[in-house]
């Protein structure tokens, strides 16, 4: 059964720091794997989408790689912002099952 | 503007009182699922669908169910509702049956069973 772990749970840093958060997951077959953000009493935001077949996305500041082999991801925050702050999910799609499993998160708050 | 709605966004009831909690897309999209989120268990997945008439159950499916009878709208009903089911719920869709294109959410429905 796929298991997806977010380390660490919290993460505070000051302002213009860059960053990595880390997602794992023990199942490699994978189709795709989502990165989100999450604020406070709101939904969740998708930040970058990685396919099975990519190395890495990029959108702006962020910066998402994907090693299937190693079940890992991580997630660059690259020049941190107050802004920033909030809790990123990781999400895999696991080939043929049509669910989606999720990471408990990281929690990040960047500090002005 | 391309949104994923929900409805109540906040809901106190008690035991065994019937409710809905209804969610509508304005996309057109094929895949919307239903999770409820728990401090320490992050989201997990109650039900999704496919298409209309597609449903099939996630990994917490027990006392919830769903239909699809239209493209856009995919109400979660509990038909007894129980304390442990106080949670926060959110509603997504993807254009993708499959998940090659990212999920949009709702804003989050927050129930509390008493």
């Known amino acids: 059964k796929q298991e997806v772990t977010q380390i660490p749970a919290a993460l505070s840093v000051p302002e213009g720091e860059n960053l990595v958060l880390n997602c794992s997951f023990t199942?490699?077959?994978?189709?795709?794997l989502q990165w989100f953000r999450q604020d406070p009493g709101k939904g969740l935001t998708s930040l970058l989408l990685i396919q099975s077949s990519q190395r890495e996305q990029t959108s702006g500041r962020l910066n998402a790689s994907l090693d299937k082999s190693s079940g890992r991801s991580t997630l660059y925050i690259a020049a941190s912002q107050p802004g920033d702050s909030a809790t990123y999910l990781c999400?895999?799609?696991?080939?043929?099952?049509?669910?989606?499993?999720f990471g408990t998160g990281t929690r990040l708050k960047v500090l002005a | 503007e391309a949104q994923v709605t929900q409805n109540p966004r906040y809901l106190i009831t008690v035991t065994g009182k019937k409710l809905t909690v209804t969610c509508s897309q304005n996309m057109n999209h094929e895949y919307m699922s239903w999770y409820r989120q728990d401090p320490g268990l992050g989201l997990r997945q109650i039900y999704y669908?496919?298409?209309?008439?597609?449903?099939d159950k996630g990994d917490v499916p027990e006392g919830y169910k769903v239909s699809r009878k239209e493209k856009r709208n995919f109400p979660l009903i509990l038909e007894s509702p129980s304390p442990n089911q106080t949670s926060l719920y959110f509603c997504?869709?993807?254009?993708?049956?499959?998940?090659?294109?990212?999920?949009?959410f709702g804003d989050g429905t927050r129930l509390s069973i008493l």
């Open positions: 999400a895999v799609y696991t080939s043929g099952t049509y669910k989606y499993i």
């Open positions: 199942d490699s077959a994978i189709y795709n």
């Open positions: 669908s496919m298409n209309v008439e597609v449903t």
């Open positions: 997504a869709s993807s254009s993708h049956r499959g998940g090659g294109q990212p999920q949009h």
